[in-house]
């Protein structure tokens, strides 16, 4: 099987020299998520990451989302082919949704790429290039379904601090706008007990904040009969130790029930923060969408939520222009975004997918009518956003230190963090206090506010308060010996060996017990099996 195929210790050093790689990310976080698991995959089979812009081999791992998805590709395809002529035995390879989607058209547009493959065989991609560079010529390999849980593979994370966890991969839903669940195909929900340890090796590695990922995590359960599963979930993993922080996404509101909302409120670990897809605030445009919700459950989820947890940040998506949009639809999502006070919100105007039931509905809105909505709905979130964020000034926060994440951080001698809501923060030192590193926690107080950002400029070294962390630790370590850094590998989670007929993810055959990486280096995490001693959460009371 592709995805579980072991590949020669020397495939990246069967030349003069080690040979390098660059992934390069579109698109959502599970793409960012995979694009982890890509840099573990290639590094376990001997690549190494480039550091001077020069990789030997370039891996994009790509979104079909929207329609600027394609031309993002192919537009940097086009400037790849250029570098490759002046790059002797570079390789390209395309993965992810997109490719998918498109498999061998990937070729025919762009014919110098080397490898094509899906979002159901990423551990193949080693053997792929191999394959490529030996046979001289492009290999494509896609599957139609999943045939190893992602998790199970190598994992290089970009953060010593914060770490994604899959809990299911596939989507059931059958939203008119959406190609995902054609490319990722049904939902498959993992075990209990995979997560957990998932979680508990992360934080063996020093990781300190977890964000569990699926295409619509609150469903999550289902697979295996257990619809309050998500919710028993969020407290067992808030309940692990030397876990301080929790998140997720994205749910869906059809399924965000009470019980959910109580773990969030009643586990100190998990976050208060909600990001919550509102797609359109009109009924009517919902229902074409085929959203199995309306305006009215929405905005009471967030109600709820509020009542139980006041300092919640709330964002979402929208989309503008769906077809048959009117102007009076349009006048109702304003009125829900008014409404509902979200933190920010992410906004995209519709794109025509083929394939979806919605490229093909009739009353398409025209690009400039969806270009104004747009730019009427970008303009009321955005004074929303400063609104609410300079409700925050005077307040003190809690900050996870992140690398630099503003432009402009260097320049004005400023850091970056990410509030316990998410928010970002730009935070000043008084003169004389050291520097936090990235992974530990410190306390600011708000002193200004912009529609993105808030600020922070302490007068004085009393106004703040850094706790030094063990993945501020990490990361310190990583910077004396890069050879050393904890998260260069980390190898894949093993699965739960099941009787016959159990749900989750399969067993693999005798022989493939481990992870491709596994058995290449014939060991699993730390501390792994006793991690998953438990597959099924205790009985509620």
């Given amino acids: 099987m592709a995805g579980i195929m072991t590949t020669p210790a020397n495939t990246a050093t069967a030349g003069a020299r080690t040979r390098t790689y660059e992934v390069r990310s579109f698109g959502c976080q599970m793409n960012v998520h995979d694009s982890e698991h890509l840099r573990g995959e290639l590094e376990a089979a001997g690549y190494v990451e480039a550091t001077d812009g020069d990789p030997d081999v370039v891996v994009l791992n790509t979104c079909a989302v929207r329609e600027n998805a394609d031309n993002r590709l192919y537009g940097t395809l086009g400037h790849l082919a250029g570098v490759k002529r002046e790059h002797d035995g570079m390789q390209i390879a395309v993965g992810g949704c997109l490719a998918q989607k498109d498999r061998r058209q990937v070729l025919d547009r762009a014919p110098w790429v080397d490898v094509v493959f899906g979002t159901h065989n990423m551990g193949a991609l080693p053997v792929l290039l191999e394959r490529s560079r030996h046979n001289h010529e492009a290999q494509v390999e896609i599957l139609e379904s999943l045939e190893v849980f992602p998790s199970?593979?190598?994992?290089?994370?970009?953060?010593?601090?914060?770490?994604?966890?899959?809990?299911?991969?596939?989507?059931?839903?059958?939203?008119?706008?959406?190609i995902v669940p054609a490319l990722r195909g049904k939902e498959r929900d993992r075990r209990p007990g995979d997560i957990l340890a998932e979680i508990k090796t992360l934080v063996q590695q020093g990781v300190i904040e977890v964000t569990l990922l699926g295409q619509n995590v609150n469903s999550y359960g289902v697979g295996f009969g257990d619809r309050r599963a998500f919710a028993d979930l969020l407290r067992a993993a808030g309940a692990i130790d030397g876990l301080r922080r929790l998140r997720f996404t994205s749910p869906h509101p059809a399924m965000f029930t009470d019980d959910v909302i109580d773990a969030m409120a009643e586990t100190p670990t998990v976050m208060p923060q909600l990001h919550m897809p509102l797609q359109s605030g009109s009924d009517r445009v919902l229902r074409s969408m085929r959203r199995s919700y309306r305006t009215k459950r929405f905005l009471g989820i967030l109600d709820r939520v509020r009542d139980r947890m006041p300092d919640a940040a709330i964002s979402t998506d929208i989309i503008v222009g769906f077809p048959g949009e009117t102007d009076e639809d349009f006048e109702q999502t304003l009125d829900v975004v008014r409404e509902a006070r979200f933190a920010h919100a992410y906004t995209f105007q519709y794109s025509k997918r083929p394939g979806t039931p919605a490229a093909e509905m009739p009353d398409q809105v025209p690009k400039a009518v969806v270009q104004e909505r747009y730019e009427r709905l970008l303009e009321l979130q955005?004074?929303?956003?400063?609104?609410?964020?300079?409700r925050l000034v005077g307040r003190t926060v809690e900050l996870l230190v992140t690398p630099a994440e503003g432009r402009k951080d260097h320049a004005t001698h400023r850091h970056t963090g990410r509030a316990r809501d998410n928010r970002l923060v730009h935070f000043s030192l008084p003169e004389g206090v050291a520097a936090p590193r990235p992974g530990d926690l410190i306390t600011v107080p708000v002193t200004g506010a912009a529609p993105f950002h808030l600020l922070s400029d302490p007068g004085a070294a009393d106004q703040i308060r850094v706790e030094r962390?063990?993945?501020?630790?990490?990361?310190?370590?990583?910077?004396?010996?890069?050879a050393a850094d904890d998260r260069r590998v980390s190898l894949g989670i093993p699965t739960i060996r099941r009787g016959p007929g159990e749900s989750g993810t399969p067993t693999p055959a005798a022989g493939d017990a481990q992870p491709a990486a596994a058995q290449r280096a014939g060991t699993r995490p730390a501390d792994a099996t006793a991690a998953v001693q438990a597959d099924r959460f205790p009985p509620r009371p």
């Fill in 152 to 178: 199970t593979l190598p994992s290089k994370r970009e953060s010593h601090s914060s770490g994604w966890v899959s809990i299911s991969v596939g989507c059931n839903n059958t939203c008119t706008f959406c």
């Fill in 382 to 390: 955005n004074t929303i956003s400063l609104e609410e964020n300079r």
């Fill in 469 to 482: 962390t063990v993945s501020g630790d990490v990361w310190e370590a990583a910077q004396a010996d890069p």
